[in-house]
């Protein structure tokens, strides 16, 4: 996809971005984008990895970032299993949506089976409205309409979709990102779960090779 | 899973039977269970396979079937894309239900997007209650209940599941399996299709390893 | 939306393409567009219309589509209240999508309020996936996937849409051609209807003017 | 509609209750009945409309309901992006509802298109069930239940409907209510709006005219 | 439930109009109304009761008919498990519906757990909005929109309903009409079911008593 | 069913344990099971049974609890109708599932007409997720999987259900247990209410006697 400037992506948790779209994300890196990375919830703090210090899992995030060629990483360190919907975290939203002015924004699609991914797709949704609107000043100068807002799959694959992208150039980048989350990987091989997905979806549409399928959730009129 | 000595598989074309349950098929066979597969529509007739024989398109299923260690092979030969709703074709299936009284009964999942496997799920649920009840004696004794019945996937995966069996022992029979279909991966390489989908299932439920997942439709009470 | 050199409309009924997308039809047209329009259900015969004679029913029919700009129209003829879903059927619509090779298709959307429209949109959406497979080569090539395919709003307005046009230039064009169809107009001022709809779609999508908003079935990579 | 004394509409914003049953406001009060809108958020406080005073912005509203005939307005002034379900919030929509002991009850549709409208849905329903039972006593008397509970329409119009109102004698009434938010039709044109989609209701209802279309909630049984 | 002179009930098979809505059948009656039952699915003929005979099954629907006040049985014998959506079949229920001018029609709700109980649902909708429309002349004269129309439970209780109905003056005729059907009782005890489903559902609206329920589809305006 | 040890089951309010499950729950404590029961919310505070003391209440459910043979309540004290979705609630409910390590788990179905029971659902569902997971070792060790989820009928009954459990043993025990509830009863007279929908659910499942019906939430793979 030649064309596109900018590229933002809205992820509840860290590596969310390269389950989802991490092939699509290499490619618009590697087309000349820009691409943001929005992380709206903080690690989870439930003792559990003590061995892994804040500084090295925060460097995860960075090294999968620079694996596939993303610009800027925004942090919003909502509470993992607080998180609520309000008024600010939408500004923070919105915020980061009109800084960037993307033509392509990814986010979880609308029915996938966590309850964090459903409530960071409401905000992106909401969000997205906001910045279109003439209000909300407070958060920087109303945005236009992007081109494509499409609905990534992680822990629901999708029963429909609307955009399918090759992602054969860009699959061994999406796993070397996913191998970046090492503290992940511990509890599961997820560098091996996103090379099956793609290679379902490459079947399923193309008859073979790696794919990622989205949601639709708007187009625009091309001029 | 043990104790279960007959099982029974909808299946709507060849080789769904192989990507849907294949995995779990040959755990059965290995545990001892006579697997029936019936398989509900006739071979697609456009003229595309000119140069493959309607015997060696036969031939594809039973070899599929005897790597997964399947006991019978039914086909009711509908037409393709002529399939039709009716209370013969409903007859039929009732009739395989009540020869092979299964214990297990897989067929594809309410919302797979392909027209005949949503038609086929309708018919295999009617075929079921109609199997149990005390009329239809044309088309044999009435059965007591299956202690499972399952959807399964194949071209939409499930958005949520409610049953998951391990096929890490069976995956290499599931690959080989689908590899008899010759004639079919000559367009789709669903070979690898069912390698990558596994991976995902498993990464997603244990870790890692491979792994099928269900849509529970009935479970009886255990004695 | 310039570039597109064909466009195929899937009407289940004459008037269908004009409330659903009259206004997208007559952009393209002007736009240089070659406009298939495909309608599937015959007149309605009970009797009701007896002083229209079938060839002035035909006739507005034409008229409506000469005021659009349409290229050619394309009849089925099914049964009215008798439509069946058949491989005979699908094939007919298969050829006509290979014969066009469109890069917009529209159809009307899966929610619509009519069961005929319902089933008009099953039909597309499979003959869809067909004309693109290797198989069925007695209804014509194998054609590559359309752009853009989108479905319409006729009964049941959209609760959520996915796509947006402005028809602010062809409005008219819009009420013209729904006012060539002279024996529909003598029961319902479909006319007004349409020109309120796209009213109100303009208010909610860009705070004035008038638009057509759509269901995105599929939307291709852009090279 | 005769007969009907109270009548209670639920609004989201300021402007909802015109957008979604004006032209029923006005003719309840044409008929004699006394109608309360109970106001749920208030005033957007983004620095967008800083040359309209809190008091011109106030007198929107109640220039509004002088147009319909509402006889009360209730301001429950929730905070705008931080709406909270709460106990008190319930209450006092319980109590406005005890005080009026409406035989009719509007509120938004279970499914229109902005999470404000949606909350206030859900809020309005439970209210409903409270206002009725024998609890809640620091809210009033327990009311009988309404003769009718209608959901209307605003974002998303409604997909399928139960109860249609002919607003003919009534549409310019709404129309003029809607006029008198000037603060609000500087950004989007809604006079024409649901004058656009009242003509639509109308046609696809009756062939012609204007109407308001609903969900329905609840009718109760006439003696 | 007064002033209402014609009721219409349309039955997938003999025993769910009582089953669905038979104290409402009764309450009509016994105001003076006039209730035609349309049963559309003949006999299911599987060789189980031979020792039933055409006339006695027959004679049992006339029994219940004649227990809740029925004045009149209309059956349409379409083949049972063949079940076929057609325009023969469709103008059979609008003659019906013609003939008969109910002010209250009840019909299966639309999501009850048969497959025939179901299309009876899409049936009845579509006859409706046929028998209203200006067409169709050969089954008669257009008739006026009913005030009510309802769906009633059988298979499947509804999980949200619209409408109650007291039936406690009439629980011992429905559950009576429910004792005619001689031969279903053999086979499970709807006369228990009925009454059971009637307790809880009175419970659940009034706190005791027994009562029906229903999904509203159409309610009109009141003059 | 026996082999099961422990069994919990999580209720919004007291009685809904009852309601939903209370023949199960008789059944399992006669097989010998230990079964502990979580009520989420606290007693409604709303000055209505101001003759029942704190202490009556709580024992009314010592006393239901007694009569089904439960070993253990837990009571969180949530305040009603300001139940929050919190990390402090739900490390509450998976210390109490790692506490118990249930075979069998009930909670309220996916769909149940209350907002707080469908709260608590979601609750459930996260929590066991949560209490299975590596992660929240402040809440205890990670359990092991449910053999079985089950989700109950209350104010909703299921349209669709995948499990039946024959009560009809344990029918006396749930009507008595329910009559413990004497605060509830004066409102409404759910003893009844219990054994008319086990009644129906009997009927339709069997033909005739008492059954509780379930939505399946998770089967496990039995050795």
Request: proline letters at 4%; one cysteine or more; aromatic letters at 6%.
């Amino acid at each position: 996809m030649t064309g596109v400037r900018d590229v933002l992506v809205l992820a509840p948790h860290p590596d969310d971005e390269v389950i989802g779209c991490g092939g699509s994300i290499a490619a618009h890196a590697a087309n000349g984008a820009r691409v943001t990375v929005v992380v709206v919830v903080e690690r989870e703090r439930s003792g559990f990895d003590d061995d892994v210090t804040d500084e090295e899992f925060a460097q995860e995030t960075a090294d999968a970032c620079a694996v596939l060629g993303v610009s800027r990483c925004v942090r919003l360190d909502e509470p993992s299993r607080d998180l609520r919907s309000s008024r600010r975290l939408h500004l923070d939203v919105v915020r980061a949506l009109r800084e960037t002015r993307p033509q392509v924004v990814y986010l979880p699609h609308d029915n996938d089976d966590d309850v964090e991914h459903r409530a960071v797709h409401r905000l992106g949704v909401e969000a997205l409205w906001m910045a279109q609107s003439s209000f909300f000043g407070e958060a920087g100068e109303p945005m236009s309409a992007p081109e494509l807002v499409l609905g990534y799959e992680v822990w629901s694959p999708l029963a429909r979709f609307q955009h399918v992208r090759d992602i054969g150039e860009h699959l061994e980048a999406k796993v070397a990102a996913m191998g970046c989350y090492r503290s992940q990987l511990a509890h599961a091989r997820w560098d091996e779960g996103v090379r099956g997905l793609a290679s379902y979806r490459g079947v399923l549409t193309s008859g073979g090779g790696h794919a990622e399928v989205f949601q639709v959730l708007q187009v625009a009129a091309r001029g």
